[in-house]
């Protein structure tokens, strides 16, 4: 057993071999930010719950009326609450993935681990909220008296594709804030102004023909849309070139978000 | 050739650039400052930069135990961080061979929020252990921590000794077959920290190889085998650590109170020194001078402090918020002596210049080197993050007692 010590750092097979040798901090780093964050509030888990809850009910109040003939029988505030958890878990995972190498700071300098931990770890633990949050739409559901069929199953697609995107925006993201800060102070401003352009509030049929094709370019797009159909199933499918779109944008995003960040993981303490 | 050895290094070198003093560093200014250089604007130069670590070539055999003395700044933490893959080199490459422990630091990933017992799962991770190994251990450490009862509360309940001794508990139960180690004792009260070198004396008598910085010479040459002086980023010199710590030794006394400039005949500076050559961030330096006058008179004396780089962090400010401060002098040999609050950061060394002046001018410059230990002075909030609020040391006391 032995390693190298190269100016260089990139993707090769010894980095996949590393991932693998270190996968027991991936889990050890999760379960400790979920330790740590349920211990300190009150209400724990609600949190990720009211949060979603309370954007639906706004959500209801203004937009309710406004687009309840555009989406079928489905009620508008769960039509909203699927939304919102989506894009919950896909603006979670990215924020704390681009914001993980200043979370991990001081142990960066400290101890040596695949730096791509950091922001995996960060992003793979919103998982666990999203979760927690899913409840929720499960009993929303039953209130409506609505139940699931098996296509589910698929909503698991959905999340891995999220995952993949929140990963690789969160390593590109990380990896520029490591040397220009100006990302942190940015990406409120961008989640926000993203979260308006994904059909979270707003069906996407909402938006213009001829915007169509670029619209989808937000992976965001065909993820909220398949999540919807796949938990509710009301209407039709969504478009194979809109789902297309979305997962090419998804993937490149993916891969060049992990290649830009080992490209300069190691080096990443020197100016964090 | 690997056969037997632990650690193969070629020409490693680090550099670091020097931060931009100014602009904010952000992404704007650094576009910018790119655009006005092929504009052909010679003030917006690149940044310059230093070489940490310079050509460092060394081969550790297996099962040595060797330790690295240097001045803070010679490079003998950022050797380690590049051996331990902290972070990459700039030119070069090494190879380590065997499963490496790395204490850089006690308590790595320590969150108060979490219980002692969920703490030494975490840190004993982070440094490398499985689980069924920490679970092994985790009585031993316990007990060699010496907290049997508490392993349940949460940390933040702790007092500050008792959080290192947890610390440090487990970082003495890694076993490794590559222990790198820097600086860490110097942390808890002194029994504890006898303890815990004990305890590590015990490990280096086995085959495993250790890379030791210590500032305690003492302990350098009561452990290693071999030991390497660094200078400068570079590797000055490579062999028993009795020789190699009496010429280190040499360079520190001509080094302290070494006479930059010549003195004016009325004034002369015979010594300078600190008490203490590692000051813990936010305690006090004394500095001790004798200066022999031929006549009564009147000098005036300026500090000032530089870092590693040659920048000046701080300058002293006397009476009435002067650089230079009167004096008054005998003839014969006067004792002076002033105290500086070490408020900069951990981790550097830095020079404190002392300056002498008379009416004649410029009488004596002495420069004294020093080395910020411990944690930066920060404020920090319960969580553990640092608070935007400048930091100064304080300590409460009942009123009344000492």
Redo the contacts between chains.
């Keep these: 057993m032995h390693y190298d010590v190269r100016p260089t750092s990139g993707i090769s097979r010894d980095f996949l071999n590393e991932i693998w040798f270190f996968r027991r901090l991936v889990w050890l780093f999760i379960r400790r930010e979920i330790v740590i964050r349920y211990k300190n509030t009150l209400i724990g888990a609600a949190w990720y719950i009211l949060q979603p809850l309370a954007m639906m009910v706004v959500f209801t109040l203004v937009f309710g009326s406004v687009f309840s003939r555009q989406i079928g029988d489905l009620p508008y505030p769960l039509f909203a609450f699927s939304g919102l958890l989506l894009w919950q878990l896909f603006s979670r995972a990215l924020t704390l993935g681009a914001q993980s190498l200043v979370m991990f700071q001081s142990m960066l300098g400290k101890i040596y681990f695949p730096r791509i931990i950091a922001p995996a770890s960060f992003v793979l633990g919103a998982l666990f909220d999203f979760f927690v949050a899913a409840l929720a739409l499960a009993a929303l559901m039953a209130w409506y008296g609505r139940g699931v069929g098996p296509a589910v199953a698929g909503v698991l697609v959905v999340l891995v594709l999220s995952t993949l995107c929140s990963m690789g925006w969160g390593c590109l993201l990380a990896a520029v804030d490591a040397r220009y800060r100006d990302v942190r102070h940015a990406l409120p401003l961008l989640m926000q102004v993203w979260m308006f352009c994904s059909p979270v509030m707003y069906p996407s049929t909402y938006v213009g023909e001829q915007w169509r094709l670029l619209y989808a370019v937000n992976p965001m797009v065909g993820l909220i849309e398949w999540f919807r159909w796949l938990v509710f199933q009301v209407g039709p499918a969504p478009a194979w070139d809109i789902t297309a779109i979305g997962m090419v944008s998804t993937l490149l995003v993916f891969v060049l978000g992990v290649a830009v960040f080992q490209k300069v993981q190691g080096t990443l303490v020197d100016t964090l | 050739m ?1 056969g037997d050895l632990a650690i193969h ?1 070629e020409h ?1 070198g680090k550099r ?2 020097l931060r931009q003093q100014g602009g ?5 200014d ?1 576009l910018g400052r790119r655009l006005r250089r092929l504009a052909g604007d010679d003030a917006a130069a690149p940044p310059s930069h230093f070489w940490a670590l310079d050509d460092v070539s060394l081969d550790i055999r297996k099962g040595e135990v060797v330790g690295i003395v240097g001045h803070n700044g010679a490079g003998k933490s950022t050797l380690l ?20 422990g ?1 204490l ?2 006690v308590g ?2 320590f ?1 108060a ?2 219980s002692g017992r ?1 703490n030494v ?2 840190n004993g ?3 490398g252990m ?2 069924a190994e920490i679970r092994r251990k985790y009585d031993d450490i316990v007990a060699f921590a010496e907290l049997e009862d508490f392993m349940d509360l ?1 940390i933040r309940h702790y007092s500050n000794g008792m959080c290192l001794r947890l610390a440090l508990s487990v970082a003495v139960h890694l076993d490794a077959e590559v222990i790198f180690l820097d600086e860490i004792w110097a942390v808890g009260d002194l029994a504890f920290q006898t303890k815990s070198w004990r305890r590590i004396e015990e490990l280096t008598g086995s085959d495993r190889t250790f890379v030791i910085v210590a500032h305690n010479l003492d302990t350098i040459e009561r452990l290693c085998g071999r030991c390497l002086l660094m200078d400068h980023g570079r590797l000055t010199m490579d062999g028993k650590p009795a020789d190699v710590i009496a010429r280190y030794r040499d360079e520190v006394q001509s080094r302290a109170g070494r006479l930059v400039t010549g003195g004016a005949p009325s004034l002369r500076v015979t010594e300078a020194r600190l008490d203490t050559q590692e000051v813990h961030a936010g305690d006090s330096l004394d500095i001790r001078l004798v200066v022999e006058a031929d006549s009564a008179g009147e000098a005036t004396a300026a500090l000032s402090v530089r870092d590693d780089t040659g920048r000046t962090v701080a300058a002293g400010a006397g009476a009435d918020h002067q650089r230079w401060t009167a004096l008054a002098v005998e003839p014969g040999r006067n004792r002076l002596r002033c105290t500086l609050p070490a408020c900069f950061a951990a981790d550097r060394t830095y020079s404190l210049v002392v300056e002498l002046r008379t009416v004649q001018g410029l009488a004596a410059v002495s420069e004294l080197p020093f080395t910020v230990i411990g944690r930066d002075l920060v404020l920090m909030d319960a ?1 553990g993050n640092e608070l935007p609020v400048p930091a100064v040391p304080v300590a409460w006391r009942r009123d009344g007692e000492q």
């Excluded at chain 2, 904010?24 to 704007?28: I, N, P, R, S």
């Design positions: 690997s290094a490693l670091y650039r904010m560093g952000g992404l704007v650094g961080k590049v051996l331990t893959r902290i972070t990459n080199p700039t030119r070069g490459s090494a190879r380590v061979w065997g499963r490496v790395m850089l630091e790595t990933g969150h929020d979490l969920e799962f975490m991770a982070i440094l499985t689980q949460a969580a």
